[in-house]
C-alpha cells in the first residue's frame, strides 16, 4: 500500500495527470451529449424502454472509448518521464522489487481510468435518459453491463499499455506513437489487406467495439473481454522483464 500512495502522490503532482483528465472527459463529455442527441432525435416512435435504455448506455461508452487516447498517452509519460528524470533510479533504491513499482503504477493509473469513465458515463446517462425521456427509457437492461464492463475496460487497457509502452521504449515520444499505431492506425491498415479481418479481430480496437455493440459479433463476450485483457497482461509483463537490473539503460 506504501508502494500504491507514492506513485499516487508522484502522479497526482504532474500537471499531465490533470490536463489528460480534464481534456478526456471534457471532450468525451462533450461528444457523448452531442452524439447521443442526435441519435435519440432518429429513434422511431415505438422504440421500447429496453431498446432507449440500450440506446442511451451504448451512446454513453462509445464516448467513454474516446477518453482512452488522453490516458493512453498519461500512461506512457508517467514512466517515461521518470526514465528521462532518473527518478525511477530513485523510486528502485527506496522499492527494489521492480514488479511491485510497475504493479502500483498499473493501480493508480487504472483506478484514475476507472475514475474517468465514471465521470463521463454517470452525467451522459443523466443526460441521455433526460433526452429520451418520451421514450421511457427501463432501468439498466442485463446486457447492458457488456457494454458498461467493455467501455471501461477498453480505457483502461490503453491506459495500462500506454504505461507498458513507456517502460518498454523509455520515451514518451516514441511510446505515444506506437500506442497510436496499435490502437488507431493498426486496424485501419488491417482493414485494407486481404488477411487483414483476422488481425483485427485480435487487436485491441474490434474486441472492444464489439462490446459496445459497435461492430457486429465476431467472437464470443468472454473471447472479447479475454482479448481486450490482454492487451493490458501481456505488455505490462514485457515490461517487467525490460525493466530488470540488468536490462535498463539510460534513454
Known sequence: ?????????????????????????????????????????????????????????????????????????????????????????????????????????????GGLAVAASLLIAVPGYVYGRFVAARFDPSPLPAEAWTVIGGGTLMIVVTTLLGLALGAILRNGAVAIAALITIVIVAPFVARMLPWGQWVGLFLPTYPAMQLIEQFPRAMPVWAAFAVLAGWAVVPLLAALHALAPGRRRSP
Open 1 to 109: 500500500m506504501n508502494t500504491v500512495a507514492a506513485e499516487w502522490i508522484k502522479l497526482r503532482s504532474l500537471r499531465s495527470t490533470w490536463w489528460a483528465l480534464g481534456i478526456g472527459v471534457a471532450l468525451s463529455l462533450a461528444l457523448t451529449a452531442t452524439g447521443a442527441a442526435s441519435v435519440i432525435a432518429r429513434w422511431h416512435p415505438e422504440q421500447t424502454g429496453d431498446q432507449a435504455a440500450m440506446g442511451i448506455i451504448v451512446a454513453v461508452y462509445v464516448g467513454v472509448i474516446l477518453a482512452q487516447l488522453p490516458f493512453g498517452m498519461l500512461g506512457a509519460m508517467a514512466i517515461s518521464g521518470e526514465h528521462t528524470s532518473g527518478m525511477l533510479d530513485t523510486t528502485f533504491v527506496a522499492t527494489p522489487s521492480r514488479g511491485r513499482v510497475l504493479a502500483a503504477k498499473a493501480v493508480v493509473l
